[in-house]
């Protein structure tokens, strides 16, 4: 079977919606892929193989003569060129990995449809008419409700988007759902040769906030944003996550705060004042939950519900110590590469795909498995 026609037909490539670093749109990211899975790396396969640095006596030019070695070039040579392998190397792991996902899948379809005495096509157009049906009125509304932003049409004239959107999400989980209980039922061992760059040094200081036992072997870093309506969404997923993994892995939190988001900042500087005061999480719990109210006033209001010193909140937010966490968080952040909120690093590697509990758990089991342990 045509592998283009499988992925129209199934929607199975799935985009992930959120907060873009450098513009207010919703913009969809790459197809999602899985990480690699665990292989023994043949030097070949290194990534530090494919490296061309020069020798630090390489001659690169001359004047009148006057030799220019590499060494003359000075380290934004070496800095450079750092970035560039670990940009090839990452994207060969990716667009590796993803071929050999979509290649399982189309196996895993193609066996099934085998089985129902149908061609692929035909079967996956058949699983998805049996789980997807179209959404209600009642259903359309909550769902426009959830999602609308001041200034919106009214409902009646989104309704056909909406019912768009709905059937497209329900597609994608549908499609999911379907993959996922194809390959329990299969036995898929995966060999592909790991050629992803060395990790990166994404740090936990003092003034980061965190759960779980401090030598885990899996550290799960997030970069984001309390204005950032997706990163209200990871939160709750995270919550889950940190229930699934309890004294397993470590989480923890790191601002980003977006300029076009007026109230990150402040929000931000609140939760590390409330995390001096022993109540981090639950600040930050409290103010994803209401969103919507992430001003000044507001922010008092839920100090004074975690029943936190006010003279001490008074005295810290805003303080320059306060704000260097902050920007801390922000600076480290860019030099990483972070593009949008939610970000998420999983032992030094950027999880490529959405932030939902089931992505998140598939990469989180993964470096549990690199480590020795068991998800």
Known sequence: MNKRNLWAVAGLLVGLFGCP??????QKAAPTVSSPGPAATSKAGRCQDASLSLASDTVVATVDGQAITAQDLGADLVAEEDRALRE???????????????????????????????????????????KVAPPDEAAMRAFYESRKREGAPPFEELQQQVAMAMRQEAMQ????????????????ERQLPDVRPPPLDVDIPAHTATVGPADATVTVVEFA????????????????????????????????P???HPQAQIAAEYAQCAGAQGKFWEFHDLAYDNQAALDEAS???????????????????GSPDVKQQVMTDLNKGRALGVEGTPSFYINGYAHRGPADVDSLSAAIDEALARSGQQG
């Open 21 to 26: 670093a450098q513009v207010a749109t919703n």
């Open 88 to 130: 090839y190397c990452d994207k060969l792991s990716q667009v590796r990995d993803g071929l050999v996902e979509n290649r399982i899948n189309e196996v895993l379809i193609e066996r099934a449809a085998k089985k129902a005495g149908t061609d692929p096509d035909a079967w996956v157009q058949q699983q998805l008419k049996q």
């Open 173 to 188: 989980d549908a499609v999911g759902t379907m993959l996922k209980d194809l390959r329990t039922e299969a036995k898929v």
């Open 225 to 256: 944003d309390f204005e950032c309506p997706y990163c209200s969404q990871a939160a709750d997923n995270v919550t889950a996550l940190k229930q699934k993994y309890k004294g397993k892995v470590r989480f923890a939190y790191r601002h980003f």
């Open 258 to 260: 977006l300029s076009f």
């Open 299 to 317: 922010l008092k209001t839920y100090a004074v519900k975690l029943e936190l010193n006010l003279d001490q909140m008074s005295s810290c937010v």
